[in-house]
């Protein structure tokens, strides 16, 4: 248990349909990070925020959404989804300080299935 | 693309030390090496991170050369729950949030 919690832990959706991920973080970390891990393939950073402002967007389609509500709450919005996204989908957070190594710590991810 | 390089796989015998390898010959001075683990389908797992000098926890200990090229991670006693892929990463104390993940070492460790 990392104090990093994402819901659902398995989605499989549609492609015309409309869903969100969810990850709360009970670290007091002020940074919050999405991962897409496809199969056979490295961790790729999606989007950073750091003090709920997005500071990172690494070219990331449209049909992902974030929203980071308050520094412990992320959300991951996805709709007309396409099956290669499907994948697992990690969250993690940080604290950010300049100058200072911040560990990212991740959650357990959400395997999601796009038909 | 990854700074670092690593062995693909390896298998190590239970209750036996794990060493991993890690090469990281372009890092740089304010750059950090960190190791995590991602146990199949789970999320990375924070295990060690260190800059210049040599660092234990509960654990693991990890090992940097001298001229910081290289690194080892060491299991002291591997268990079959070691099992997993195994990142290590170098990245700045500031003006990145990146980690950039390679495609690790596959540790196996058999019965």
């Known amino acids: 248990e990392t104090g990093v919690t994402q819901t659902p832990r398995h989605l499989v959706m549609g492609m015309t349909n409309k869903k969100s991920l969810k990850c709360e973080q009970h670290l007091g970390h002020n940074a919050m990070y999405w991962y897409k891990q496809s199969a056979k393939k490295p961790l790729e950073l999606m989007f950073v925020?750091?003090?709920?402002?997005?500071?990172e967007n690494n070219s990331v389609p449209s049909r992902f959404s974030p929203e980071c509500p308050n520094s412990s709450h992320l959300f991951l919005h996805l709709h007309t989804l396409q099956p290669e996204d499907s994948a697992l989908y990690l969250c993690a957070s940080s604290q950010d300080g300049s100058g200072r190594p911040d560990t990212q710590y991740f959650g357990p991810g959400t395997r999601l299935t796009v038909l | 693309d990854a700074k670092t390089t690593q062995p693909t796989s390896m298998d190590c015998a239970e209750g036996r030390a794990a060493n991993l390898p890690c090469n990281h010959s372009?890092?740089?001075?304010?750059?950090?090496v960190y190791w995590y683990r991602q146990i199949h389908s789970q999320g990375p797992q924070y295990i060690i991170h260190?800059?210049?000098n040599n660092e234990t926890n509960e654990m693991a200990s990890l090992i940097i050369t001298e001229d910081r090229k290289s690194s080892t991670l060491i299991l002291p006693h591997a268990t079959l729950r070691d099992t997993a892929v195994y990142y290590c990463?170098?990245?700045?104390?500031?003006?990145?949030?990146?980690?950039?993940f390679g495609t690790g070492t596959r540790l196996k460790v058999l019965a």
């Open positions: 372009t890092i740089s001075g304010n750059e950090y």
């Open positions: 990463i170098v990245r700045a104390t500031s003006g990145t949030y990146k980690y950039i």
């Open positions: 925020y750091s003090l709920e402002e997005r500071v």
């Open positions: 260190g800059l210049k």
